[in-house]
C-alpha cells in the first residue's frame, strides 16, 4: 500500500507562494527571515536539485526542509543528439511516465522546447503526440523542472545559457491552463526568464489565448493553423471543430489588442494535403487580419502515415506567395531528423522498443480523443 506525499513541490510554487511557505516554516523552526532568500536562491539561481546542497543553511534546517517539501526532478530516460547540434532529453517522471524537451543550439541562441502534458487528447493527424494518446496533466513543477535540467545539461556542456523557450513539446499548452500559467509565473520571475523570449504553442484552445491575452506579461503565442480555412483544418486539427476559425481569429484579435505581443502562425507543409500555391492566399488574410509571421515547417514523417513533406523549393514558393501579399513568412529548416526530434517522436520511439523488449507486460492501450 502507498501513502500520499503531502510535503509541498517548492518547484511547482511560484515564487510568491514559496516565499510565504518558506516564511512560515523557518518561522515555525525558530529561523531568521533571511533564510528564505537563501532557499530561494538555492532553487533559482544554484538549480539545487536536494535540500542537503544548501551548504550555507545548518544541517539540521536541511532536513527539516526535506521533511516538509520536496524538490523533485525528473530522471533522463535517454537523450539523442542530432548531427545539426539539437538533443532531445526523455525525462522519465516519478509515476513512470515519459516526455520530452529538446535544446535547439542557433548561434549565440539556445531555445529549449518544453512539453505541458505526457501524451496529449487533441489528436492531430499529422503528430506523434497525438499518435500516442493522452496519458495525464503535467504539474507546474514537472514543466519547470524540464527548464532546470535542461539548463544544468547544457552548462555542463559548456553551452551558452538557455534563451529562449517554446512550449511546442508534447501536449497542448493551453488545455493543461493551470500548471501552465503558474509554469509561465515560475519561469519568469523565479528563474528570471523574459516573457518576450517565451512562447506558448496552441492548436487553439479560445479560452486559454483569451486568458493569456489578459495576463500583465507579454508572452508570445504561436498558432498551429495548419490550414486557411475551417473544412480541411478538421482534417487536421480535429480541435477546429469545437472552435472554429472565426473563434479563433476573434480570440487573436483580443489577443492582439492586448498590444506589444507577438503573434506567429505555425503551418505544417504536407504535400498534396495542404500545400497546394492557393492556400497561400487565404493564408495570407488570415496572418494580415492580425499581423501574424508565418513560420512555414517541412512535415515531419510520423508512423503509421505515408504522408511526406513538401519540397524545400515548393515551400520557398508558398513562401513568396505569402510576402507578394505583405506577410512576413520564413521557411524552417528541419531539425534534429535523424533523432526524430519533432514532437513526441522520440517517446513512440522508446516505448516501441520497450514494448518489443517486453511483449508480456504491455502499458495500458493509448487513448485518442
Ligand atoms: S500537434 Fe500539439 S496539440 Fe496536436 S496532437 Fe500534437 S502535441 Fe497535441
Not at 338 to 349: E, K, M, N, S, Y
Request: charged fraction near 25%; proline fraction near 6%.
Amino acid at each position: 500500500m502507498t501513502t500520499r506525499d503531502e510535503r509541498l513541490d517548492v518547484l511547482s510554487l511560484t515564487p510568491g507562494e514559496l516565499d510565504g511557505a518558506l516564511r512560515m516554516h523557518f518561522a515555525a523552526h525558530g529561523q531568521p527571515a533571511y533564510r528564505v532568500a537563501q532557499v530561494a536562491s538555492w532553487i533559482y539561481e544554484g538549480g539545487a536539485t536536494r535540500f542537503v546542497e544548501m551548504t550555507d543553511l545548518p544541517a539540521r534546517e536541511r532536513e527539516a526542509l526535506a521533511e516538509a517539501f520536496t524538490l523533485a526532478e525528473p530522471a533522463s530516460a535517454e537523450a539523442a543528439r542530432s548531427v545539426d547540434g539539437t538533443v532531445k532529453h526523455l525525462w522519465g517522471l516519478t509515476d513512470g511516465e515519459l516526455v520530452e524537451s529538446v535544446l535547439i543550439p542557433s548561434g549565440s541562441r539556445v531555445t529549449l522546447c518544453l512539453s505541458s502534458q505526457a501524451g496529449c487528447a487533441m489528436g492531430c493527424t499529422f503528430c506523434s503526440t497525438g499518435w500516442g494518446g493522452f496519458r495525464r496533466q503535467l504539474t507546474a513543477g514537472e514543466i519547470v523542472s524540464q527548464y532546470r535540467a535542461s539548463r544544468r545539461w547544457a552548462a555542463d556542456q559548456r553551452w551558452p545559457p538557455i534563451s529562449n523557450l517554446v512550449f511546442m513539446g508534447m501536449g497542448e499548452p493551453l488545455a493543461n491552463r493551470k500548471a501552465l500559467m503558474t509554469a509561465l509565473t515560475i519561469l519568469n520571475r523565479g528563474y528570471e526568464v523574459g516573457a518576450r523570449r517565451i512562447t506558448v504553442s496552441t492548436v487553439g484552445v479560445v479560452p486559454g489565448i483569451l486568458e493569456l491575452a489578459k495576463r500583465p506579461e507579454q508572452f508570445r503565442l504561436a498558432v498551429s493553423l495548419h490550414a486557411p480555412n475551417s473544412e480541411l483544418r478538421q482534417e487536421l486539427v480535429p480541435l477546429e471543430k469545437r472552435y472554429p476559425l472565426p473563434v479563433l481569429m476573434d480570440a487573436l484579435r483580443a489577443f492582439q489588442r492586448a498590444g506589444g505581443r507577438r503573434l506567429t502562425f505555425e503551418y505544417t507543409m504536407i504535400a498534396g494535403i495542404n500545400d497546394a500555391l492557393d492556400l497561400a492566399d487565404g493564408l495570407a488574410d488570415l496572418a494580415l487580419d492580425v499581423h501574424a509571421f508565418v513560420n512555414l515547417i517541412p512535415f515531419n514523417p510520423i508512423p503509421d502515415n505515408n504522408w511526406t513533406s513538401s519540397a524545400p523549393e515548393h515551400m520557398r514558393a508558398f513562401a513568396r506567395r505569402l510576402e507578394a501579399r505583405g506577410v512576413t513568412a520564413a521557411v524552417r529548416e528541419p531539425r534534429g531528423r535523424d533523432i526524430a526530434a519533432a514532437c513526441g517522436q522520440l517517446r513512440v520511439t522508446y516505448l516501441r522498443a520497450r514494448r518489443a523488449r517486453t511483449p508480456a507486460a504491455p502499458r495500458a492501450a493509448a487513448r485518442r480523443s
